[in-house]
């Protein structure tokens, strides 16, 4: 008797220090002193191994997927003596299930009660942190496992004093047409692709910085300055892997870049926020690069992004927008051969120049509203130049790129040229080069379909883009448009690197049975230089600039140019 009041004793001093521990709050739990309390209790008791095991969700139970946790073990031949099952109001489930050795004699119900008032006691406090975890999981990452916007912006708070961002930089980052992944390999194999290039961007910044993801395909991260060559590196073309049989991706990525300043206060997130977001939607235009740097200036151009973007519909509604034709001429004969269709914007009286509008709607789907309202006002003037009896040429369009990802393009095209009843041989549709082969799959498919409609397709900036001889070996294109780059200066003689390169383009065109014309012809010499290498189409200054629909068709009445023949 006085040995079990002994026992008895020692197991309320050793359960009321394990309720105690388990009843803290708000402080790093006391694993360790838990573990011994729980192994001392579990000797008192004869047990041999206890076993916890939990489950989120009864499917969890059911699949046996939970979690499992073994606090004491003597590695004994053991079979369960009890088991104590926990159910929370969120149906996450601890189960705990203790053992004794083969040849241990079972509990009596005193000791059983014990155990099991033990055994309560600690599934609740192993219940209560394993919900912690999962709310804090919950909060700052996402059903994937990707670190999320709240543990962004707790980075970012953790270091909001004067210094603590110092040898630091952020960027905003976007996998460029993640989609045609998902198309390719299927939606399983574009997760791991994704997870995989988050786990390497991760692994290379460290525990000192941070990357979560936004939304999608959409990343932010902080890391050091010193680091951020190789990961902007990584980020411009990386091939990751997504079998054991070594198949990879290649992922490139749109980039917006800040480099922190030492002793930058971020007084909340969007201090850093505004910065890389205002440099990465600059980067996904495209126009300066798939990484662009954050400048100082760049919150107020965003200011002016978003003013043409509120604008533009109300301005195509009100027939704001004007379609201008620059005039293709023969440079043999001076006559008129051709046009090309340009849209000019006059807002309140004044012309808005195309630079402050274009690569501002490119970013979205406006470009496309605003290319298709281009070619049908060229449709409708067309069919009326033919119902007057006028003289009739071939008008190019161009099309902005956001349009190679419309599966339904060519159905839109034809729609808006039969609806006008404008014969396909006076539409030209006028495509500029791709940079990336993804986008040259797109072109290809394109081009392919105009070509079966019989509408002539021209090449813009040749010589500018991904893979200039790939694109006119494999693609079948109407007419090269040949980049002003490529054309002599008036001081160049014909041994220049420029005059030899524009020689052979030309030849290479003509030898291919395509039409070529020269962009950008401003002066007599660089005309005799095109009709010295037998180029017969020019634009450019030399001859109009894009005009008025009215002063373009008195230049078809006048014919021809006097090009001093």
Not at 14 to 37: C, D, G, H, M, Y
Request: aromatic letters at 10%; a negative charge; proline letters at 4%.
């Amino acid at each position: 008797m006085e040995k079990n009041l002994e026992r008895d004793l020692k197991f309320f001093e050793l359960f009321s220090r394990l309720a105690s521990l388990t009843q803290i709050v708000n402080q790093p739990p006391q694993i360790p002193e838990i573990q011994k309390l729980l192994s001392e209790i579990s000797s008192m008791y004869r047990l041999s191994k206890g076993v916890t095991h939990f489950y989120r969700n009864p499917g969890e139970e059911e699949r046996g997927q939970g979690e499992t946790m073994v606090s004491y073990d003597l590695k004994l031949p053991s079979h369960p003596v009890h088991t104590v099952r926990f159910v929370t109001r969120l149906m996450s489930i601890t189960t705990m299930t203790v053992y004794q050795a083969d040849d241990e004699p079972p509990l009596d119900d005193d000791e059983l009660s014990k155990v099991d008032l033990t055994m309560r006691t600690t599934l609740a406090f192993i219940s209560r942190n394993r919900l912690q975890v999962i709310a804090e999981q919950l909060a700052f990452f996402d059903d994937m496992g990707f670190s999320n916007i709240r543990s962004f912006f707790g980075y970012i708070n953790w270091h909001s004093k004067p210094g603590d961002l110092n040898g630091m930089a952020a960027i905003n980052y976007n996998i460029r047409r993640f989609s045609l992944i998902n198309e390719e390999f299927g939606r399983d194999v574009g997760d791991t692709v994704l997870l995989n290039h988050y786990n390497m961007v991760a692994g290379m910044v460290g525990k000192d910085g941070i990357v979560s993801r936004l939304g999608g395909d959409t990343f932010v991260c902080i890391c050091k300055k010193e680091i951020l060559p190789a990961v902007l590196d990584f980020l411009t073309r990386a091939e990751v892997g997504f079998n054991s049989r070594g198949d990879n991706a290649v992922v490139s990525c749109y980039v917006g870049a800040f480099i922190i300043p030492d002793g930058f206060i971020a007084y909340s997130p969007n201090d850093i926020m505004v910065k890389i977001m205002s440099a990465f939607q600059l980067a996904k235009q495209g126009s300066s690069g798939n990484i662009v740097y954050y400048y100082d200036a760049m919150v107020t151009d965003r200011e002016h992004v978003k003013r043409v973007q509120q604008q533009f519909p109300d301005a195509l509604a009100k027939g704001e927008f004007h379609v201008f034709y620059q005039p293709k001429v023969n440079t043999v004969t001076g006559e008129i051969c051709g046009g090309e269709a340009l849209c000019r914007w006059f807002r309140h009286g004044k012309i808005v120049p195309p630079g402050d509008f274009i690569p501002i709607l490119e970013e979205t789907s406006d470009i496309c509203r605003l290319d298709f309202f281009v070619l049908d006002t060229v449709c409708r003037n067309i069919r009326r130049w033919l119902d007057e009896g006028r003289k009739v040429v071939r008008i190019s369009v161009n099309l902005s790129r956001r349009h190679m990802v419309n599966e339904r393009l060519l159905e839109t095209i034809l729609e808006i040229i039969e609806r006008n009843n404008v014969p396909h041989k006076y539409i030209e549709i006028e495509l500029t080069e791709t940079t990336t082969d993804v986008e040259f799959k797109d072109l290809q498919r394109v081009v392919c379909g105009l070509q079966e409609a019989n509408i002539c397709t021209s090449v813009d900036d040749f010589g500018m883009g991904y893979s200039s001889l790939n694109l006119i070996r494999v693609i079948p294109w109407n007419v090269l448009k040949v980049d002003r780059s490529f054309l002599p200066l008036d001081d160049e003689d014909s041994t220049s690197i420029r005059s030899i390169m524009f020689r052979h383009v030309v030849a290479m065109t003509k030898e291919m049975g395509l039409e070529c014309i020269v962009e950008g012809v401003e002066t007599e010499a660089q005309l005799r230089v095109l009709r010295d290498n037998n180029c017969e189409q020019a634009q450019g200054f030399l001859f109009d600039k894009p005009l008025p629909i009215e002063e373009f068709e008195k230049r078809l009445d006048m014919k021809k140019y006097d090009i001093g023949l």
